[in-house]
Nanobody, 121 residues
Framework: QVFVAESGGGSVQAGGSLRLSCAAS????????MAWYRQAPGKQRESVAT???????DYTGSVKGRFTISRDNAKNTVFLQMNSLKSEDTAVYYC???????????????WGQGTLVTVSS
């Protein structure tokens, strides 16, 4: 099985920064994609940033230039550095792992429990 756990959420004023972490554990393939999603109150969950095993990244337009996703493959951890935070960034942020994993090995999609980010104006 594969598990992911987020940390680093909290409250910050607009213009501030936060760094989220997501650690994957269990039987994990080196070839995987990890991503951050968020869900604001009353809204659908949306993709924020994605990083492939080869380091290729993708961002949703509203966070480009403010958020940076990175990963430490040795520690199976992905980070989301969030700068210049706005009130509209307030949401529960979720980490998602997709790739092979578990025993027997199979394609998995695993979500974390989420971490709350609150940005006050």
């Amino acid at each position: 099985q594969v598990f992911v756990a987020e940390s680093g959420g909290g409250s910050v004023q607009a213009g501030g920064s936060l760094r989220l972490s997501c650690a994957a554990s269990g039987i994990i393939s080196r070839i995987n994609t990890m991503a951050w999603y968020r869900q604001a109150p009353g809204k659908q969950r949306e993709s924020v940033a994605t990083i492939r095993a080869d380091g290729i990244t993708d961002y949703t337009g509203s966070v480009k230039g403010r958020f940076t996703i990175s990963r430490d493959n040795a520690k199976n951890t992905v980070f989301l550095q969030m700068n210049s935070l706005k009130s509209e960034d307030t949401a529960v942020y979720y980490c998602r792992y997709t790739g092979l994993g578990g025993a027997p090995s199979r394609y998995l999609e695993v979500w974390g429990q989420g971490t709350l980010v609150t940005v006050s104006s």
